[in-house]
């Protein structure tokens, strides 16, 4: 029997619980010996409602969204680099719209196998459940979800895994 899980995607929000579940993503890929992916989407669809809610100015609303992209690559580069130190390629994607709407449509256009999300936070009302894109792509998604919880114990595991030596031009590092 072939592993059920062997492309995965983790969904990446600039939040300690998005690194983690980078981490477990990492850790359960290099044991399945299956690809992994890491997405994060600028959530442009709110930016424009902060706009017409008149919250942000038009120049307040690009300057905001080229700061979340320039995070977005940052936070890309970081989860690259850690599956780099454990020896697992980590393909990147910046996309940006609606959150569920682009995962949504990522899981479905590329046959994923599994959606790996961070800690889902709590819901204290109806408008937090509306207005939660973990919980949507919790929902919604068209695979099954793996939601990272107990940081403590994910990030000592993750610690634990041996680092893989990478040469780079004849250094060893």
Known sequence: MSEPFKDI???LDGSEDSITAAMA???LT?????S????????????????????FLDIEEQEYRRDIEED???YLRHVEELGRQKGVDVKTIKSSGSV?????NYLEENHIDLLVLGGISAI?????ELLSESDRMMRTAPCPVLVVRDNDSVWEMFEAMPNVQVE??????
């Open 30 to 34: 290099k044991r399945l010996e299956g």
């Open 100 to 104: 569920n709407t682009e995962v949504r």
């Open 168 to 173: 780079v031009e004849n250094d060893t590092y």
């Open 124 to 128: 204290h009302s109806r408008r937090d």
């Open 72 to 74: 977005a690559g940052r």
């Open 25 to 27: 993503a990492i850790a």
């Open 36 to 55: 992994l992916t890491a997405i994060y989407v600028v959530n442009t669809k709110a930016l424009q409602d902060l706009v017409k809610a008149r919250i």
């Open 9 to 11: 995607l983790v969904y």
